[in-house]
């Protein structure tokens, strides 16, 4: 059974960084992972993924901030946040298929984990 759990959330002044971690377990192989996240009285949007070649995609709102890496000899996803604005306020969720969608709908992942927040203070 895939489990995804994420850590790494806190709160921080603008212009800060942080650091979140997404750890697997329960499969053996690759997969496409992704970061999602979703403010209040918004619909959850995609961050960045990582395909299981590697591959990245960012959402333009995050592009030249924010990286989004892997270790898959821990299954661990993690994605680096540095210069956050408060927009990026947000309860963060980690995502996995087995299918390579990239950045796609959230929908398309069949795996969550249960979300760290951000909060990010002007």
């Known amino acids: 059974q895939v489990q995804l759990v994420e850590s790494g959330g806190g709160s921080v002044q603008a212009g800060g960084s942080l650091r979140l971690s997404c750890a697997g377990s329960g499969y053996d192989y690759s997969m496409c992972m992704a970061w999602f996240r979703q403010a209040p009285g918004k619909e959850r949007e995609g961050v960045a993924a990582?395909?299981?070649?590697?591959?990245?995609s960012y959402a333009d709102s995050v592009k030249g901030r924010f990286t989004i890496s892997i270790d898959n000899a821990k299954k661990t996803l993690y994605l680096q946040m540095n210069n956050l604005k408060p927009d990026d306020t947000a309860l963060y969720y980690c995502?996995?298929?087995?299918?390579?969608?990239?950045?796609?709908?959230?929908?398309?992942?069949?795996?969550w984990g249960q979300g760290t927040q951000v909060t990010v203070s002007s």
């Open positions: 995502a996995a298929d087995e299918v390579d969608y990239g950045l796609g709908a959230s929908e398309d992942f069949g795996y």
């Open positions: 990582i395909d299981s070649d590697g591959t990245t």
